[in-house]
């Protein structure tokens, strides 16, 4: 059965720039702006229109006084019927310490605060090994609703502007492979989430809903061999 017609316009623009020192620090700034528009006409006398518009600011800092340092920046825009607008910024700083190549220690701290009150420390500990191959990493996860879940209109769906934040702690384990002559590496990722959010049907409509608790787990292996 005839449902709709659904048309799509994405647009982004993208400035970079680097500066390279040769005793301070690599830095970097990204800049992306982006614009999406989504026209819906259920029928010949509905029509929904979602317009949304998201500004990036990415600036890095590579050994930095021997730190590296991230941080983000973004603004977003709900244009169309009941406008909506959020900022947020999520920085991240970490620093290493190696025994040779058979440890390597990455300890980080990660801070993100949003115009919504949030403001949440975002730990990560990540501990490998070159010579063994072996590597482990664990950090708390805190993951702010999409534009789309909160405020998305039309097309048998509608966001749910009371969602809540996904939070929770991953670990992730990984070995790949020392010897030239076995190609491979293993991953497996455990992830343990608080207020998953995933779209379920409300009567007729698809609107997204925040679970109590979710675990995950992956298993990953790959054979990669340049010839």
């Known amino acids: 059965r005839n449902v709709g017609i659904e048309d799509d316009f994405n647009s982004f623009q993208t400035v ?6 040769q005793k301070l620090a690599v830095l970097t700034a990204n800049l ?7 026209d819906y006409d259920q029928t010949a006398t509905q029509h929904d229109k979602t317009q949304m518009h998201t500004t990036d600011l990415l600036l ?3 050994n930095f006084y021997g730190f590296n340092v991230s941080s983000v920046f973004s603004l977003e825009n709900k244009i169309s019927g009941s406008s909506q607008q959020r900022f947020h910024n999520t920085s991240k700083i970490d620093w290493s ?3 040779g190549d058979w440890v390597k220690i990455i300890p980080s701290m990660g801070v993100l605060a949003s115009t919504n009150k949030d403001f949440e420390l975002l730990p990560q500990l990540t501990v490998s090994s070159k010579k063994t191959g072996l590597s482990v990493s664990a950090f708390r996860q805190f993951v702010l609703p999409t534009f789309n879940q ?6 048998g769906g509608k966001g749910n ?9 991953a670990v992730v384990s990984g070995w790949k492979s020392p010897f030239t002559f076995l190609p491979l590496s293993l991953t497996y990722t455990y992830a343990k989430y608080g207020n998953k959010i995933r779209w379920v049907y409300n ?3 698809l609107t997204p809903v925040n679970t109590v608790s979710a ?3 992956t298993f990953e292996a790959v054979i990669a061999k340049d010839f």
Do not use: C, F
């Open 16 to 21: 970079k720039a680097r500066l390279v020192t």
């Open 32 to 38: 992306t702006a982006q614009y999406n528009q989504i």
């Open 60 to 62: 890095t800092a590579e």
């Open 97 to 99: 310490w190696s025994a």
């Open 150 to 155: 909160l405020y998305w209109e039309g097309g």
């Open 161 to 169: 502007p009371d969602l809540k934040p996904e939070e929770g702690w």
């Open 203 to 205: 009567g007729k409509t």
């Open 215 to 217: 675990d995950y787990r």
